[in-house]
């Protein structure tokens, strides 16, 4: 998805190799079920695995989901808010406002700005949502901080 994340040409070979078939939007969604269907599968195994899944992989995770929405896919949906509901608050919006920063000068999809604010929003009319959402900023914050970062919370 261009505006979100790490670019795909920059992750692996695999990956430019499949590049070439993403105009096929059927492939596309057949593989993003197949990879939301493993994904769900480790999940339901031990603990540690989908604990060590959502500190690695969290984003990855989150948008094999959504572009599953974005291609009007609705198949693995409970799925999705099975998995999300396993997240620690506080990553979730960490991952959420990480998502929504423009890469390369590329702003994300109108439609995933939405659906992830809307994410957002929900974690923030919850019990405890202000302090999540407070509390991922201040971590936001201290990252950049201990990076040399400018952090600019403005979208």
Not at 12 to 38: N, P, Y
Not at 63 to 70: A, I
Not at 97 to 119: N, Q, T
Request: with cysteine; hydrophobic share 40%; aromatic share 8%.
């Amino acid at each position: 998805m261009s505006g979100v994340g790490i670019p795909l040409q920059l992750r692996s070979h695999v990956i430019r190799s499949w590049e070439k078939c993403a105009s096929d939007q059927e492939f596309k969604k057949t593989q993003l079920i197949l990879a939301g269907k493993c994904i769900a599968d480790l999940f339901d195994c031990d603990e540690n695995i989908h604990t060590t899944l959502l500190r690695k992989y969290c984003s990855d995770i989150v948008c094999v989901f959504e572009q599953l929405s974005l291609l009007d896919d609705a198949s693995l949906s409970k799925t999705y808010e099975r998995i999300m509901g396993m997240v620690d608050p506080q990553l979730l919006v960490c991952t959420y406002l990480s998502l929504l920063k423009p890469r390369g000068g590329v702003m994300p999809p109108k439609k995933f700005v939405l659906s992830i604010g809307s994410r957002l929003t929900n974690t923030l009319m919850a019990k405890g949502g202000l302090g999540v959402t407070l509390s991922s900023y201040e971590e936001i914050s201290q990252c950049a901080t201990s990076l040399g970062e400018i952090t600019d919370f403005r979208f």
